[in-house]
Nanobody, 123 residues
Framework: QVQPVESGGGSVQAGGTLRLSCAIS?????MAWFRQAPGKERKGVAT???????DYSDSVKGRFTISKDDAKDILYLQMNNLKPEDTDMYYC????????????????????WGQGTMVNVSS
């Protein structure tokens, strides 16, 4: 079977940590993590542009870190001090054409191709 693009999710208690991974190849001008529940719109979590600049949603600032391992072509989301409100399905996305800016509130335009990885945080 086909291996999902995103991985690293799971079930943890509040205060725990997870590290999400996303296989991404080719030059990306903008990379992002967003969360999305079935039937709901995307919620931007973190973005990383080609120059290394990052942007985070207010709810995760100071707790999550987005980064890229260029040698391995892997995008990461380090999630520390997880809270129950972080519970959701998480996806990665990217812009391979340099068509726009890379703010965390602009993730709807980005291409998402994976199955997502579920994050469950219990109290």
């Amino acid at each position: 079977q086909v291996q999902p693009v995103e991985s690293g999710g799971g079930s943890v208690q509040a205060g725990g940590t997870l590290r999400l991974s996303c296989a991404i190849s080719g030059h990306a001008y903008c990379m992002a993590w967003f969360r999305q529940a079935p039937g709901k719109e995307r919620k931007g979590v973190a973005t990383l542009d080609e120059d290394g600049s990052t942007d985070y949603s207010d709810s995760v600032k100071g707790r999550f870190t987005i980064s890229k391992d260029d040698a391995k072509d892997i995008l990461y989301l380090q999630m520390n001090n997880l809270k129950p409100e972080d519970t959701d399905m998480y996806y990665c996305a990217a812009d391979f054409h340099g068509l726009g800016a890379c703010p965390v509130n602009g993730v709807n335009r980005l291409r998402a191709w994976g199955q997502g990885t579920m994050v469950n945080v219990s109290s």
